[in-house]
């Protein structure tokens, strides 16, 4: 039988989680982006700290954080880790409506925080979509992705600009 590249499955094709105990612990890091397009409207309410249900990027800043922390109760096969940093920023884009957010996450141990940087990303984004869905139900998540990551046997690895 051939050794599938999935990870996450075993030699009879069944789920299982990674054995990482024989791996050395490092350095991990991990970036993942993404962006939430809205109506012009709804950015100068973000923009302005005018939204009704208060300050969007501080709020969703705490919420990305939060989630990056519960990564592995949310993703059945994740490893919970002690997660070291997690840093996440908010950039304005008004030529195109939107705002982009980034995730720095960073761990010591034996396993990557790729997907604790995805879902700090995403989790951001939805909170965005949760304190202005009251004024435009048609904002857009998209292009979330990792962007790098650093550490472990694998070495460093950069996205293709």
Known sequence: MTTSPLTHFDATGQAHMVDVGAKDATHRIAVAAGTIRMLPAT????????????????????AAIMAAKRTS??????HPLAITRVAVDFEIDAAN?????????????????????????????????DMCKA???????????????????????????
């Open 43 to 62: 950015l100068a309410l973000v923009t302005s700290g005018s939204a009704k249900k208060g300050d969007v990027l501080g709020v969703a800043r705490i």
């Open 73 to 78: 109760d949310l993703i059945p096969l994740c």
């Open 97 to 129: 409506n939107s705002v982009h957010c980034r995730a720095q996450v960073e761990t010591y141990g034996k396993t990557g925080v790729e997907m604790e940087a995805l879902t700090s990303v995403q989790v951001g984004l939805l909170t965005i979509y």
């Open 135 to 161: 004024a435009d139900r048609g904002m857009v998540m998209t292009n979330v992705r990792v962007l790098e990551k650093h550490g472990g046997k694998s070495g460093d690895w950069t996205a293709a600009v």
